[in-house]
């Protein structure tokens, strides 16, 4: 991990910590697969377990290594960045243009649905694998609700795990119909 971390980074002189941390990660992914890793003991109740190993990077003196290098050689963070209104605006109208331009309804129906992964995305505030998880029959199923509301809204269903439920029900979002 030492001699990783020398080598040269995308956004910075040296590789981050996050990259070097990998191979902590594959090493004892191999080492579990090994013969002498078969040797590791599972304690399991329900949806715990304690897993008791012999795996070198699991022990006290590497946890600590570890722990150094991460405050020693710091992270540079690069959080995703949200779409400007302005940015959503001028996707809106190119969508506009070609929806204008389309040379049949498959192509308008491909662009309804690029269209709507942009808004649902924008307007619910989602990240890119959130938003598959829309489910037009659930939206559609509650869209009369927000409609006939005294605060007329749009209700976006989203099916499967999402923000830890169970994906057995909808978690609805609720969007205003107009905004300024």
């Known amino acids: 991990m030492l001699k990783a971390s020398l080598r040269p980074g995308k ?4 590789i ?3 990259t070097v941390r ?9 080492y579990h697969v090994t013969a002498e890793g078969q040797e590791a003991v599972v304690m399991a ?4 377990k304690l897993v008791v190993t012999k795996c070198p990077t699991y022990g006290e003196f590497f946890k600590r290594c ?15 960045r949200a779409l400007s209104l302005d940015i959503m605006l001028t996707i809106s109208k190119i ?3 070609e929806w204008s331009q389309a040379p049949s309804m498959e192509a308008r129906w491909n662009l309804t649905m690029e269209v709507s992964f942009y808004l649902v995305g924008f307007f619910c505030a989602l990240r890119g694998e959130e938003i598959p998880l829309t489910d037009l029959f659930g939206t559609r199923t509650h869209w009369d609700a927000g409609e006939s509301h005294s605060t007329k809204h749009v209700v976006v269903a989203l099916l499967g795990r999402f923000k830890g439920e ?15």
Do not use: C, W
């Open 66 to 80: 570890r722990r150094g290098m991460h405050k020693r050689m710091g992270e540079i963070v690069r959080p995703d």
């Open 95 to 97: 969508m506009e243009d």
């Open 16 to 18: 981050q910590f996050g």
């Open 45 to 48: 109740k329900d949806a715990q």
């Open 11 to 14: 956004y910075d002189k040296f």
């Open 166 to 180: 169970t994906g057995k029900n909808y978690h609805l979002m609720s969007i205003a119909l107009v905004t300024n």
């Open 22 to 30: 990998k191979l902590r990660s594959g090493f004892s992914n191999a």
